[in-house]
């Protein structure tokens, strides 16, 4: 049930209350009684609302509460689209799983590379081989784990639902699908246009091999997405960020990891669009003038960068024929 504030009826308490921060308790209060909104499971099952749980990193207060609640109210492995249509966890005999997280440095002496994959469906067993969908290449899965927090133990064995952790330099990307069999591709995870534009500089050059080392690495992780912006000679990617705490975690990590200061370079552009229908550069160009900016994603596909949402639209109404999109679904 949502809190209110009409249960508070003490006076003494509230006195003390309003000499410590009554009023600005009374301000977070009334915001939880707009935000709060009925308890529906079947709205969780959809994916349309999420249970909160508030607790602290620090002491593990509220981990058990979490972890508890994630049991009774999540719902069993779900089917997932595919190119072979619907895959039924229980029904489908082939293994398959589609990676969603990539982590290196997961153990920092020898820098390794863990990539994270649900399994959909089949049975998966250790050292199996299986095919990267995308890549097309057949792979051993040999050093694979079951992780929880920083501990992490062999996984000889995993059911649909569960997530396995296996080490690998071969190349991996979030939404790959591994399967047994190479004609299941999952449906690909959706890929937003950032906001937040800038270059990470690093601030002592002879620090730029554990620099550049650790920009791809962290890259590859897709904490931010890289892109070429037309015009611009530096000789880092162009970093985009839906906000500034992507930012953040990168250079944390740069430093802590790869023990590298950087500085950050924050470019004026605020929009970024993909353009469906690829066009000559000249002309795409030309037809920006002071609109905005070309450039590609770091699958080559064109971009164009704005300042602002006013320079976007009116690039728009000038030029109906060329189509824009705000997210795509990554190759």
Known sequence: APYSIHSINDQSIKKIMHESGYDLFIEELQLLDEAHVGFDHDSILKGEQSPVYFGSASNNFGVELLLTGFLEYSSPPIPRLSTRGEIIPLDHPEFSAFVFKI?????????????????????????????????????????????????????????????????????FHIGDTISSDPEIVMEKIPRFAPEIFAYVVNNNPSQNKSFRKGLDHLIAEDIVQPFHADGQIMNVPLLGALGELQYEVLQYRLRDEYRVDTMLEVMPWTVMRWVDQPMDVAALKSKLSYYGVPGTDKHNRQVVLFENLWRMHSFMENNPEIALSDYLVDI
């Open 103 to 171: 982590q290196t440095n997961m153990n920092p002496l020898h820098r390794d590379r863990m990539v994270f994959a649900r399994v959909c469906s089949g049975k998966f067993e250790r050292d199996a081989k299986v095919w990267n969908s995308r890549s097309g290449k057949e792979i051993r899965l040999s050093s694979t784990h079951h992780v929880f927090g920083k501990e992490r133990e062999t996984a000889d064995e995993a059911y649909p639902g569960d997530i396995i952790g296996f080490v690998t330099n071969a190349d």
